[in-house]
Every structure is written in C-alpha cells, then in structure tokens.
C-alpha cells in the first residue's frame, strides 16, 4: 500500500504561503486544502487575502469562498469535512497541501479535535449577544472565572475561542479545559508540517504594505457591503471589525487602518507562537528558493 502524505504549510499571515502551496501543488501535481478559516467565506475576499482568480486557476483549491457569513460553521463541522475529503483526495494523489494560519483548523486536520459536549444553541446566541452588547472583555473575564486553565491556553484575544469555551462550560457545568484530549488522533496519512518565517521587522513591513495594498485595491467598499451584517461572528475579525468603526463614525479612518496594521502584527505574533510548538515542524525562511524546500520535503516521502 502507498503511503499517504499532507504537507501542511504554516506560519504568519503574509509570509508568503499561498504562493508556496501552488508551487509545491504543481510540483506533485496534486490539490490544495485551505485552512484558514477566514478564506471561507465569499463576501470576504480582500481582507482575507484570499487567493485571486489567477492563483484559483494555478492549482485545485477546497474550502475557499465556498461559504456566507451568514452560515455558522466551526472547526469541528472542518475537520470532519476535510478528513473526508482527504480520503477522496488521497484515491487519486498520493500527496495533498494544505496550507493556512489557522492554528487550530491545522491541528484539527493534523491532530484531531476533543471529544467536546453538545452545546445549548441559546447559551451560544446569549454570548454572542453579550459579546455585541457588552464587549469581549466581559466574556474574558467569565471565563477567568469558570476556567482559568482555559483562559491562560487559548487565544484569549479571539471571541469565537472564548466563546467556544465559554458555552462549553455553561452547557455541561465543567471547565472546557477538562475536556481536552491528551493524545492525536490516529489519522490515514503521515503529516509533514513546513513553516514559513522571518525576521520580525520583515514580518510587520510585509503585513504593513498587505494592509495598504488592501485599502488600495477596494477594501472599504468591501466592508462597506457587509456593513448591515456586521454583527455576524464571521466579520468579527481583524481588517473588517476596526473599518466597521470607521464608516459607523466612531474613529477616523487613518486611526482605523493603524489600528488593523497593529492588530494584524498582534495576531501574526500569536500565529508564530502557536506554531511554534509543534516541534516536529521544518522551519524556512521565508526567501528560501522553493527547489531547496522541495529538497527537504523529498527526504521524508517516499513516492510510488
């Protein structure tokens, strides 16, 4: 039997991984996985950075724009759906890319996810009218008290996390951090996990001229459409939430674009530490020629 191979491709936003994973899906001919759950959703495509028509076009993509951000979706209903599609994937071509700075969709694919309760639907639309109404630091702080393992481990500064925790802990009486699993998933492929990275002044250039680049290419059109549904979790995120202040007149828009360049470079900083703890990951720099990297790659997989 043929072994099967995921190459999963980490690191910081706009270090250059999108255009690593069309190189390295070209090169074995195979099919890319995103997993970054942002990219998701259709209405987002610029302030995501999604993949253009052109880069679509240079190799097979899954799970890009094939939502709306009115449609609820988590990591679970992910990997349950990329495990499947792998599986197809893998009858045809023995390696597979995915590629995504979404620390936790990664290990639900790479790892597999907790065995988490059900969730009480009105517990969670509670919380998310809370976290509208009364902002994310008082959902912070609930979970400081209910959970302060939990508050302490995951990124704090991201609401669908804490609420993910949150309406854990309010649905079953227990700490979400009980449930976590203390070992993988056995999964049908071997994971060979390459991570993009740079100097941390280069990291924060890169995101800078990102952020420019996207206010010149349409970006505030962009939040504009999505303006009356601004309340949706999906929009709760960085480069959509600080120009929702903007057009709703509470900040300038000079203050609002430092302010998505500052919070970019914070969650870049949370992506690095995040993957930073798979020690088995192959870090590159970010202008390492793409035949070196594939060099590396070659001399964990033996193809059939």
């Known amino acids: 039997m043929k072994n099967k191979y995921l190459i999963s491709i980490v690191g910081p936003t706009a270090i250059g991984k999108t255009a690593l994973s069309i190189k390295l899906a070209n090169y074995f001919n195979t099919e890319i996985i995103s997993a970054d759950s942002r990219q998701f959703y259709k209405e987002m495509q610029i302030g995501t950075a999604a993949p253009t028509p052109s880069e679509l076009a240079a190799a097979p993509h899954h799970f890009i724009k094939h939502l709306s951000v009115e449609n609820y979706y988590n990591v679970g209903a992910f990997e349950n759906d990329a495990i499947a599609l792998l599986k197809t994937l893998h009858e045809e071509h023995q390696v597979v890319i995915m590629v995504g700075g ?37 959902l912070q702080f609930q979970l400081k008290q209910l959970d302060p393992k939990a508050y302490q481990s995951i990124a704090i500064d991201n609401p669908q996390r804490v609420i993910r925790a949150l309406e854990v802990c309010l649905s079953s009486g227990k700490p979400y951090s009980s449930f976590l699993k203390g070992k993988d998933k056995v999964r049908a492929f071997k994971t060979i996990t390459i991570g993009l990275t740079a100097d941390r002044a280069i ?37 959509y939430k600080e120009l929702f202040k903007y057009l709703n007149g509470e900040w300038d828009l000079n203050f609002a674009i430092s302010e998505i360049k500052k919070n970019t470079r914070r969650f870049a900083k949370r992506q690095l530490t995040w993957f930073k703890k798979n020690e088995d990951t192959l870090w590159f720099d970010y202008s390492t020629p793409t035949e070196d990297i594939i060099e590396a790659l070659m001399r964990g997989i033996k193809l059939v």
């Not at 988490?116 to 630091?137: C, F, S, W």
């Not at 001229?209 to 995120?237: C, F, H, P, W, Y």
Request: aromatic share 2%; glycine share 6%.
């Open 102 to 138: 979404s620390g936790l969709y990664v290990n639900a694919v790479t790892k597999g996810l907790d065995d988490l309760p059900k969730v009480d639907i009105a517990i969670r639309e509670q919380l998310n009218t809370r976290l509208q109404t009364d902002g994310l630091e008082v």
């Open 203 to 239: 990291i924060y250039d890169r995101i800078n001229r990102r952020v420019d680049l996207m206010i010149d290419e349409g970006l505030i059109d962009e939040v504009k459409s999505l303006q009356s549904k601004q309340e949706l979790n999906a929009l709760n995120t960085v480069g």
